[in-house]
């Protein structure tokens, strides 16, 4: 599952007994491994609960993005609770889907929110794919790009470009008549642009804090996720195979080429 910063996530677990039956037990403890390392501990009374003979659920809320791991065990019996993951995404537009969950629905005809957390999973990934399949970002993204140097220009890599932020070269913070944003091509020239100079050189020389996506979405794109989100939703409910891997993959690039137009030259 995937759940915003600051949201409650559920760590369920079971404890049974060696014929397979929910047992009671004396204490349990549920560590979280957060993003950056740090390992955060539950125990019943401070974010584990018991909700009945041999269940508990620990009630965790996240402050980082990304991925946590989860584990942990019981005392009386001695038991261990299985690794386990989840993700959560920043409480921004950047991590919001390209096409809204009501408009997803209604694309999946689909009248009630029961299936809503299905559908998310679905928009994330067609969203993801959507990005990947034509190179351009249909979020608006707040990008920080450190560029090679040396160079009259440096290419940024996350496309449309909506506006620059910051231009910093060699820890310096430059003007804006220093350098020049050539937004169609998503180049940022040295200069007032009338004259041609070179950044400073070296691997890490420049950084450029810029916004990117669409301000406007084209409809094609948010047909195109829309469309892979039907399929992808299917595929959630159906299950998946060895047997038929190869045949969704196909699909999901007939759909791509259809709807989201050429192929984008470092999608993999």
């Known amino acids: ?31 979280i491994e957060q993003p950056d390392g740090t390992v955060e501990t ?18 965790f809320v996240p402050a980082q993005a990304g991925r946590h791991a989860t584990w942990g065990s019981t005392v009386d019996p001695a038991t ?9 995404i920043e409480l921004d537009g950047a991590s919001a889907p390209a096409v809204g969950i009501a408009e997803a629905r209604g694309w999946l005809n689909i009248s009630t929110p029961e299936w809503d957390p299905l559908i998310r999973r679905a928009l994330a990934a067609a969203t993801s794919v959507a990005e990947g399949w034509t190179g351009q970002v249909l979020r608006r993204t707040p990008v920080t790009q450190v560029c090679a140097g040396g160079a009259p220009t440096v290419r940024l890599l996350r496309l449309p470009v909506q506006s620059v932020t910051t231009v910093v070269e060699s820890g310096v913070t430059l003007a ?16 007032d642009g ?7 050189t070296g691997d890490a020389a420049v950084e450029v804090t810029y916004v990117a996506g669409h301000r406007v979405v084209p409809d094609r794109l948010l047909a195109g996720v829309a469309e892979l989100t039907r399929h992808l939703f299917g595929a959630m409910q159906r299950g998946g195979s060895r047997d038929d891997e190869y045949s969704q993959d196909e699909q999901v690039r007939a759909i791509c080429a259809t709807l989201l ?8």
């Open 1 to 31: 599952m995937t759940y915003p910063v600051g949201s409650q996530v559920p760590i369920p677990f079971v404890v049974l007994d060696e014929a397979g039956a929910p047992t009671a037990f004396t204490s349990a403890t549920i560590s």
């Open 42 to 59: 539950l125990t019943i009374g401070n974010g584990i609960t018991v909700t009945g003979a041999g269940r508990g659920v620990g009630l």
């Open 80 to 88: 261990v609770i299985a690794p386990d993951a989840f993700s959560v």
């Open 176 to 191: 804006p008549a220093d350098w020049t944003l050539h937004q169609a091509e998503g180049l940022v020239q040295r200069g």
């Open 194 to 200: 009338r004259t041609w100079q070179a950044w400073a």
């Open 261 to 268: 137009g050429p192929r984008y030259g470092t999608f993999a």
